[in-house]
């Protein structure tokens, strides 16, 4: 009957997420310097603008020269050239190698025309060598053709893509990016998010303890969260369990604001402000109940375009909450092509005793054992229990009914972070 009363439809947390992912609206993009690009999403297709290595590229420090001259060299017996030219890093080589000669290369540096191998110094004697003065080098090895020498575009070849619109930046990327020019990257603008307290019994974290009251924590844990998940957290003042005035300040917020999130209220309380808001609201409400726990009256609506993610109160549902909604929808509004947690399979670490109506997200900690991925509740899987938040690595999801599971059972688990 409550239900009823309470106009709640329960959804599954697959259409749940799907529902949310039908309304991401993608950020605009921005350039940002490339130092500073790193953990964005990339808002562009990026191409070789030209070969890699667009020289013919010593591999080593020795002696550039043409193979076959050195037919027949080997520890015993050496073929001697004629040292015509040192090349360093950064310069370009003036001579062109002919017969009998060689130059004195470094690695990194461009081989000159005419030269077809270098030969490592540790395999030469260089005899009457001054640098830049040439002289003759004694050389022990037979070499063939492309001996340590990178060729043209080894690496790419010029118009070749090397990242998609979408990824992620990490030192792999900022190298490319780096290589071919990008000072600027065009990057999507981070998500801002307005993070919005309520309860009347939420003390600041500078407060004393009194009877009855909490210091919130909520706000700083989802600040953490977002900035995870690439966004700009802004953590609003607590608001008192008074929906005109939650409204009031949501909406005051609006503007610099792409997305809400509240804390606390989303249930059945007299004074679940949220649960009241949406039931007289002039937005669209997505979903008001999902078929998990922790987090089960974890809710979701569009209001003035924008969605408001209105996640349970209770630490642990929060945290849950907004791992399996909100991080999606920051990770798909940033261009990330895959917005859901990745899942794996790990094996059960711990008896889990407690079965449940709903498929449960239990918090939990992993660790690789002989290549095995091995999980266990990371603490007491309360949703009103914050403490066990602190090992959380991943979630581990267990279908609704049964008696929970056993030891060394397989589970299937959700990878938290990027
Ligand atoms: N009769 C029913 N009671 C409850 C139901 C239900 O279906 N019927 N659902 C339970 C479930 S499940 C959850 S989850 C919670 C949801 O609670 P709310 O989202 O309404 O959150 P509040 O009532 O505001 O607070 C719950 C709890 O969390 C503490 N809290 C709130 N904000 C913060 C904060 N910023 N930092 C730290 N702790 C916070 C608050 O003091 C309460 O202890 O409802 C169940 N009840
Ligand atoms: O939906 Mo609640 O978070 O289980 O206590
Ligand atoms: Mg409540």
């Known amino acids: 009957m409550n239900e009823l009363k309470f106009g709640r439809q329960t959804i599954s947390l697959e259409e749940a997420q799907q529902r949310v992912l039908r ?26 603008g030209s070969p890699l ?6 591999g080593v420090d020795g002696y550039a020269l043409r193979a076959s001259d050195t037919a ?20 370009v080589p003036a001579k062109t190698i002919g017969p009998g000669q060689a130059a004195r290369i470094m690695t990194g540096a461009s081989v000159p025309e005419g030269a077809d191998a270098v030969v490592m110094l540790e395999m030469t004697n260089a005899v009457h060598q001054e640098i830049g003065l040439g002289g003759t080098v004694a050389v022990h090895k037979a070499m063939n053709p492309g001996d340590n020498v990178t060729p043209v575009g080894e690496e790419a070849a010029a118009g070749e893509q090397l990242l ?3 990824c992620i930046i990490g030192p792999g990327e900022a190298a490319v990016l780096a290589t071919f020019g990008h000072s600027l990257v ?13 309860g009347s019994e939420l003390l600041p974290v500078d407060a004393p303890l009194e009877p009855g009251k ?30 005109d005035r939650v409204e009031r300040e949501l909406l005051a917020a609006a503007e610099q604001t792409d997305l809400w999130i509240t804390t606390g209220g989303v249930s059945v309380g007299d004074k679940d402000v949220l649960a009241e808001l949406f039931g007289r609201w002039d937005g669209e409400l997505l979903f008001n109940k999902i078929s998990m726990r922790p987090g089960s009256p974890t809710s979701v609506g569009l209001w003035r375009d924008k969605p408001l993610f209105a996640l349970s109160g209770n630490p642990g549902a929060c945290y849950v909450g907004f791992e399996l909604l909100v991080r999606p929808y920051l990770r798909a509004s940033q261009g990330a092509p895959d917005p859901l947690p990745p899942a794996a399979t790990a094996v059960l670490d711990a008896d889990y005793g407690k079965g449940s109506a709903y498929p449960r997200y239990v918090r939990g900690a992993s660790r690789v054992e002989h290549g095995t ?31 929970g599971a056993r030891r060394g059972e397989l589970v299937r688990v959700l990878t938290i972070g990027d």
């Open 53 to 58: 290595p667009h020289f013919r590229r010593s």
């Open 373 to 403: 991925v091995r999980v266990r509740p990371a603490g007491r899987d309360k949703s009103s229990i914050m403490v066990s938040i602190r090992e959380t690595d991943c979630l581990i999801c267990l279908p609704a009914g049964g008696r």
């Open 23 to 48: 309304h991401v609206r993608l950020q605009e993009t921005e350039e940002v310097p490339l130092f500073e690009a790193y953990g964005r999403w990339l808002a562009e297709n990026v191409y070789a």
């Open 186 to 198: 065009k990057v999507y603008k981070r998500p801002r998010v307005a993070i919005f307290s309520t």
């Open 164 to 166: 998609r619109k979408g």
């Open 72 to 91: 027949g060299a080997s520890l015993a017996a050496a073929v001697c050239l004629e040292v015509v030219e040192t090349v360093p890093c950064g310069s």
């Open 214 to 243: 909490i210091r919130g924590s909520n706000g700083y844990m989802l600040a953490c969260q977002v900035m995870q998940a690439g966004g700009v957290p802004l953590l609003m003042p607590f608001l008192p369990d008074e929906a």
